[in-house]
């Protein structure tokens, strides 16, 4: 069994940050690929950040520049730190984590259960 748990959201001014956390846990072999999603109200699931076992990341245009993404492969956590926060960047973010169960010789990609985001004045 596994599970990714999310933690860190809240509401926020704009211009404020968070730090938003996920951890990985159960009988994990490895894990490749962790990265951030999120979804707004009535709109798609969009792509956030990604980061590789290796530490390479990729970002989307809409926040390259204010957040980053972050890895501690110890302990099979990914983060994102959101600094700059916008009105726009109010969402549920959910973590995904490219894993291998042990036992199992095949990766799937697990997904949290998603933090709610939430920039106001």
């Known amino acids: 069994q596994v599970q990714l748990v999310e933690s860190g959201g809240g509401s926020v001014q704009p211009g404020g940050s968070l730090r938003l956390s996920c951890a990985a846990s159960?009988?994990?072999?490895?894990?490749?690929?962790m990265g951030w999603y999120r979804q707004a109200p009535g709109k798609r699931r969009e792509w956030v950040a990604t980061?590789?076992?290796?530490?390479?990341?990729n970002y989307a245009d809409s926040v390259k520049g204010r957040f980053t993404i972050s890895r501690d492969n110890a302990k099979n956590t990914v983060f994102l730190q959101m600094n700059s926060l916008k009105p726009e960047d109010t969402a549920v973010y959910l973590c995904?984590?490219?894993?291998?169960?042990?036992?199992?010789?095949?990766?799937?990609?697990?997904w949290g259960q998603g933090t709610q985001v939430t920039v106001s004045s």
């Open positions: 995904i984590a490219g894993l291998q169960v042990s036992g199992s010789g095949l990766f799937s990609d697990y």
């Open positions: 159960g009988t994990i072999f490895s894990i490749n690929n």
């Open positions: 980061i590789s076992r290796g530490g390479s990341t």
